[in-house]
């Protein structure tokens, strides 16, 4: 049984998805996460990442890190009681795309990197409901996610929207206009 057999069954057998079942979810696959995996994942990440410009490498890599990747142990974690429903077309439209995301990606990555993007995402959005890349996260331009007054806004959104392997489709955040 993987994760997407998971998020079917709950995503048939009611009539909302509540954050509480989401949770559960994300939670059981997140143990099968480990300290090593989360080092052979900045390994890939840092190879990845070589060809980018330094200064904005260096930012980066740090936020991925620690509020990417390191949120994995905040899922693992996380004893809170959630309340609310998950509109139940965004979620399947949302693993629909996550899957066909980590069948793409696990042609490049060999680790468990495809499977912490989608609890990850997933965490972010519908659990705690806020923007996939942290706010700080930078981006070429000397650009940043933002937020204000509650809103969250993303300044590269629109640009990847199309973009099969991109979530921001998924992503809370709005565009951040210049």
Known sequence: MTIYDD?????????????????????????????????????????DAKYVQKNYRKKSHEVYVKHFLMRINDVKSDDEEYNGIIDKEDFIDSISRLKSYQLEESKTFKSKFPLIYT???????YILEEPIHPVGTPFPGSLYVEEKDGVYYCPVKDANLESPNAVCKICIAEQLEF
């Not at 909302?16 to 390994?43: A, N």
């Open 119 to 125: 609890i990850i995402s997933l965490y972010t959005t």
């Open 7 to 47: 998020f079917n069954d709950i995503s048939i057998s009611e009539d909302g998805i509540s954050k509480t079942g989401l949770l559960d979810i994300l939670k059981k696959y997140s143990e099968s996460i480990s300290v090593f995996d989360l080092m052979q994942i900045t390994g890939e990440m840092m190879e």
